[in-house]
């Protein structure tokens, strides 16, 4: 527990960067052998054209995939402060990562409890293990931060931002 509370801390710390440069507050690290070897946050959630591509998790597993000296995947950790969306889970279970540890819950996109037995094969065979809410209340902070500046019209008004907000 208190080595997933320490890498979740570096994914807040990405986090806390997105969110000062107004985007989506959502930071992500891959650990291979208690070390981060790859990290990434959100990027594209705001301007005149934003985009749902690049999640903080894809950023993290471009990173990963670019390492010099590959690693096995299914010994690696990644942590988000959001749990991935379906997208990015996909791309989690595509990529080998053996586990997700997630801080807080995506009530509107989550893609962890999808059913992977109702899936391709291809699917099926690689979900990571879970980990839910280290750091939760860190992470919430900072999505209320987020939904509760004007300015940041990404996802305003969704089930995500009322669902943060009422806590």
């Not at 471009?62 to 690693?71: D, G, H, I, M, Y």
């Not at 080998?96 to 999808?114: K, L, R, S, W």
């Not at 280290?134 to 992470?139: D, K």
Request: glycine share 6%.
């Amino acid at each position: 527990m208190k080595q997933h509370k320490q890498y979740m801390s570096t994914a807040l710390d990405h986090a806390s960067k997105a969110l000062a440069v107004g985007e989506f507050p959502v930071g992500c690290v891959v650990v291979y052998d208690k070390r981060i070897v790859a990290a990434g946050a959100r990027r594209g959630s705001t301007g005149t054209r934003p985009n749902e591509l690049d999640h903080a998790e894809m950023v993290a597993l471009r990173n990963f995939a670019s390492l010099e000296t590959p690693v096995d995947a299914s010994q690696a950790t990644l942590y988000c402060t959001m749990e991935p969306c379906l997208m990015c889970f996909s791309a989690i279970m595509l990529s080998g990562i053996g586990q997700v540890v997630y801080a807080y819950e995506d009530v509107m996109g989550g893609g962890t409890n999808c059913d992977c037995t109702a899936l391709n094969p291809l699917y099926r065979a690689r979900k990571p293990r879970v980990v839910k809410s280290i750091l939760r209340a860190e992470s919430l902070a900072l999505f209320q931060q987020f939904f509760n500046q004007p300015e940041n019209i990404y996802w305003q008004n969704s089930l995500l931002a009322r669902y943060t907000l009422n806590q």
